[in-house]
């Protein structure tokens, strides 16, 4: 594999992970008054992702280890996609913390991935 390819292919899911457990703060309030939501329901959308990803880390890690880290962090890139994507379309605030759930999956399978490939 190229390393340049992988190189920023690692920092690119790094970076996303990482900054996907704070973005969302700043879009807060905006989310609050769109979906009717209270002010615990929009923190939740934050903790529920952060939640996920500390929670599965080390299991997504042994994952990689044993199916491949490249497999490991395409299926985390389609399935955090795919989430994003849902969570722009949710039609209330459930939907967008069970969504941020998945996101935090994808992003623990993703996360050590990452950092698996550059060792490869």
């Known amino acids: 594999m190229n390393r340049r390819l ?3 292919s690692s920092v690119a899911g790094a970076v996303l ?9 700043v879009a807060q309030p905006s989310l609050q008054r769109s979906l009717g939501a209270s002010f615990a ?7 529920a992702y952060l939640a996920a990803v500390a929670g599965l880390l080390v299991f997504a890690g042994r ?3 044993r199916y491949g880290q490249w497999r490991m ?4 890139m389609l399935g955090f996609g795919a989430a994003s994507a849902g969570i722009a379309f949710a039609p209330d605030i459930g939907w967008v913390i069970g969504l941020r759930v998945a996101q935090g999956v994808c992003g623990a399978v993703l996360q050590p ?3 698996g490939m550059l060792r490869l």
Do not use: I
Not at 18 to 25: E, M, P
Not at 41 to 47: A, G, K, N, P
Not at 73 to 76: D, I, K
């Open 73 to 76: 962090f395409a299926l985390g």
């Open 41 to 47: 329901e929009v923190q939740w959308t934050s903790t």
């Open 113 to 115: 991935a990452t950092l």
């Open 17 to 25: 992970v990482a900054l996907d457990g704070t973005v969302l703060t």
């Open 6 to 8: 992988t190189l920023a």
């Open 63 to 65: 994952l990689g280890d």
